[in-house]
């Protein structure tokens, strides 16, 4: 999909900020109501924006403590690649995860209430599994996402 600096204005507003109304988009990046409207659409439809999410405070909902528990099979096989993933996605206390390259296999980001929750999550939900090899806890002391997200597509003019 090629962008030009509209496009990618627009994404990096939405990035920040994805309840800002569509007028005020349309102000920010300097063009009418009805071409932002059109733009965002489109780049739905091209995938370039998948959907819009509301972030949490992990505080205010309970989450005392977050980890990041990195995951090694015990085989490198698709069936056990697919069998951790589809279980990962079914655990409300996972956050994210991510397939990796490396020593582990998968990174899996957990919010838990507190340390005893952590223990029983990583004793019931990963150590229990069969294609789990090892896993190796780390605290989170700090969580911030970005605002911004680069954006490598070449701007057209």
């Given at each position: 999909m090629e962008l030009d600096r509209i496009d990618i204005a627009l994404l990096r507003l939405l990035r920040n900020n994805a309840r800002m109304p569509n007028k005020?988009?349309?102000?920010?990046?300097?063009?009418?109501?009805?071409?932002?409207?059109?733009?965002?659409?489109?780049?739905?439809?091209?995938?370039?924006?998948?959907?819009?999410?509301?972030e949490l405070n992990p505080a205010g909902i309970g989450i005392g403590?977050?980890?990041m528990v990195a995951v090694r099979l015990n085989r490198h096989s698709r069936?056990?690649?697919?069998?951790?993933?589809?279980?990962?996605?079914?655990?409300?206390?996972?956050?994210?995860?991510?397939?990796?390259?490396?020593?582990?296999?998968?990174?899996?980001?957990?919010?838990?209430?507190?340390?005893?929750?952590?223990r029983e999550f990583a004793m019931a939900a990963l150590t229990s599994r069969p294609e789990v090899a090892h896993i190796e806890t780390n605290l989170?002391?700090?969580?911030?996402?970005?605002?911004?997200?680069?954006?490598?597509?070449?701007p057209v003019d």
């Open positions: 005020d988009l349309a102000d920010k990046v300097g063009v009418a109501p009805s071409t932002a409207l059109e733009r965002i659409r489109r780049l739905r439809e091209a995938r370039g924006i998948e959907g819009y999410h509301a403590l977050q980890a069936e056990q690649v697919i069998a951790l993933h589809d279980h990962l996605l079914a655990l409300p206390e996972v956050i994210a995860f991510y397939h990796v390259a490396g020593a582990n296999d998968f990174l899996v980001h957990v919010g838990v209430r507190d340390a005893e929750h952590l989170i002391f700090e969580f911030r996402r970005s605002a911004d997200l680069p954006i490598y597509a070449r």
